[in-house]
């Protein structure tokens, strides 16, 4: 390995390294108060997918099209249960990322043990970082390997090598 491909290499590294580690505090964005209403009738929430960011304040209403439904949502402790005409409503920070499901808790119908939805309580990160460490290791090698192959091309021109 030459001097120039190990420190291709060592940089690399480090570059991957710090897209893995370096703290990004201005990527997080400020936390806001955040109304959210669900639409719950016999099989499905609408929306089905619901996206707040890390230490928004989330305030979920539920409001039951059909017969009584209810909302459990796994990791953060809230259970509420709406009849038709009566939404109710729950609050909570949304302090962890990651996506969390939610289900219907009252047994509505055949169909019940589907009503689920999801929370994602974003940005995910780690997600990117190491996307981005893993760009900056194949580049890394790519350029380490072409570096340590035999140059085919001397960068010398035929005029320079005509002075010497
Ligand atoms: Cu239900």
């Not at 021109?157 to 005509?162: E, L, P, T």
């Amino acid at each position: 390995m030459t001097q120039r491909s190990l420190l291709l290499a060592v940089l690399s590294t480090l570059l991957a390294l710090a897209a893995l580690l370096i703290p990004l505090p201005a990527v997080r964005p400020r936390p806001q108060q955040r109304q959210i209403h669900l639409n719950a009738r016999m099989f499905a929430f609408e929306p089905g997918s619901v996206k707040v960011n890390q230490g928004d304040t989330v305030t979920l209403v539920l409001h039951s099209q059909d017969v009584t439904h209810g909302i459990y949502l796994d990791g953060y402790d809230v259970n509420i249960k709406a009849e038709p005409g009566k939404p109710a409503q729950a609050t909570f920070v949304a302090d962890r990322q990651g996506k969390f499901r939610f289900r219907c808790s009252v047994t509505c119908g055949a169909m019940h043990p589907f009503m689920i939805g999801e929370l994602v309580v974003g940005p995910n990160l780690p997600f990117w970082r190491a996307v981005v460490a893993l760009l900056i290791v194949v580049a890394g090698s790519i350029l380490t390997l072409r570096s340590a192959a035999p140059q085919a091309t001397p960068h010398v021109s035929a005029s320079d090598q005509a002075t010497r």
